[in-house]
């Protein structure tokens, strides 16, 4: 069955720099997430999106952006990067018209700020 | 604020035992729980849920057990293989925009076993 793909896997950015995460969702899947993992943390939420809306918003920084397009995929945009940004990226959709909000997760990124 | 947190951090089992994996939460109009294992460098994989109209809940080889008085849930898992080594987190789904969800995580729970 088709999963959640997420590009790229490995990202390595210096300080300061941009940096512009990609999400596929499970095909007709209608919502996105974005959580961010840090070194022997718990996945955070950051932002989620619902039919190209955002539906709700969590601990993102203001340097941090979203959106999701006509096709589904969604775009996380970061920029100033920082040290700390450096986590695991992942990215999980879900399909409220199945009946059982489950969230089903893409591999992540893992991005690294020199 | 509210959390979902898990008593240990680490269990190590002997294959074929049975494993147990604790979790209490601290939201008690928290009303769908679910259980996901993530093995290193990939992302958690889904593996059982349950709501709170319910105390138990069986899978393959795994339950999930819900006992809302004290706000706890855990999941055994049987005759527990290699394979079962990973990281386990349970986590709360809240409502949120409207009828999305998003996750609340707990700690998760190292998981290995020894052949």
């Known amino acids: 069955a088709a999963g959640v793909i997420q590009s790229p896997r490995h990202l390595i950015k210096e300080k300061r720099e941009t940096a512009t995460l990609k999400c596929y969702p499970i095909p007709r899947h209608d919502t996105v997430y974005w959580y961010q993992q840090g070194p022997g943390q718990d996945p955070q939420f950051l932002i989620s999106f619902y039919e190209k809306m955002q539906s709700d918003k969590g601990s993102i920084p203001d340097r941090f952006s979203a959106q999701q397009f006509s096709d589904y995929h969604s775009e996380l945009n970061m920029s100033s990067l920082e040290l700390g940004d450096s986590a695991l990226y992942f990215c999980?959709?879900?399909?409220?018209?199945?009946?059982?909000?489950?969230?089903?997760f893409g591999p992540g990124t893992r991005l690294t700020v020199l | 604020g509210e959390s979902v947190g898990l008593h240990l951090p680490t269990l190590s089992v002997q294959e074929g035992d049975n494993s147990i994996i604790n979790c209490a939460y601290s939201?008690?109009?928290?009303?769908?729980f679910i259980w996901y294992k993530q093995e290193s460098g990939k992302g958690p994989q889904f593996i059982i849920d349950i709501r709170s109209n319910m105390d138990k809940r069986q899978g393959q080889r795994v339950t999930v057990l819900l006992n809302k008085t004290v706000k706890h849930l855990s999941l055994q898992i049987a005759a527990t293989q290699p394979g079962d080594s990973a990281v386990y987190f349970c986590?709360?789904?809240?409502?949120?925009?409207?009828?999305?969800?998003?996750?609340?995580f707990g700690k998760g729970t190292l998981l290995t076993v020894n052949p």
């Open positions: 986590a709360e789904n809240m409502i949120s925009g409207g009828s999305n969800y998003k996750l609340t």
């Open positions: 939201n008690s109009a928290s009303d769908y």
């Open positions: 999980a959709s879900s399909s409220p018209g199945e009946g059982r909000d489950t969230q089903y």
